[in-house]
Structures are given as C-alpha cells and as structure tokens.
C-alpha cells in the first residue's frame, strides 16, 4: 500500500528549528517530484517547495526562501524539510505529496504532522 509518512513536527519557540521527515512506503520516492505543502487553520493550503527527482529544489512561496530546505535520502526512500527562522506564521499542518514533475499538481499526499511556533 502505497504511504507517505510526516513525522519531526511538535512545538517550538520563535526563532527555533524543526527537520521534518517525509517517508515512503509501497514505492520508490527515486524518481519522483516531492513537495510539501502547508495549512493553517482558517486560511489556505499553500505549496511551499518541492525537490525533483535530480534534487533540485523549486520554491514556491518568497515567506520560506532563505530559511527552508527540502533534501532527500534516496537510499532511506525519505525526503526532508528543514526549516530555520521559525515564525508563529509558520504554524500549520505540513505535508509532504507527490509531485512527480514538481508543477504543483500533488497526486498523492501525506496525512501531515503539525507544526506549532509559540513563545
């Protein structure tokens, strides 16, 4: 069956780090776009970045360049966010998806893992 699993989410101070995981299960993440994507409550989902199956990242909110990185381990069949500068505007549900040509046209997506900046 194919998965995507978030995990590295939780509560941290204004400022702080978080590395979220994006795991895979039932497929091979190899050759394939993943993008994570976000929502807070009350406002949109928005498309945040995405890696392509060469590695290279697009960006597609100005908010997180600079302070997010998106990598991936193929050989662990995961992808990774790293966030930096953490703001309480950032606070969201954060989920990885399948993205495969990285245009922002998720075909499959992760159930999420929670992010809560907050002093």
């Known amino acids: 069956q194919r998965q995507l699993v978030e995990s590295g989410g939780g509560l941290v101070q204004p400022g702080g780090s978080l590395r979220l995981s994006c795991a895979a299960s039932g497929f091979s993440l190899e050759n394939l776009g993943i993008g994570w994507f976000r929502q807070a409550p009350e406002k949109e989902r928005e498309g945040l970045l995405c890696?392509?199956?060469?590695?290279?990242?697009?960006y597609y909110q100005d908010s997180v360049k600079g302070r997010f990185t998106i990598s991936r381990d193929n050989a662990k069949n995961t992808v990774y966010l790293q966030m930096n500068s953490l703001n309480a505007e950032d606070t969201a549900m954060y989920h990885c998806?399948?993205?495969?040509?990285?245009?922002?046209?998720?075909?499959?997506w992760g159930r999420g893992t929670q992010v809560t900046v907050s002093s």
């Open positions: 998806v399948l993205d495969t040509l990285c245009r922002r046209s998720p075909s499959y």
């Open positions: 890696i392509s199956r060469s590695g290279d990242a697009t």
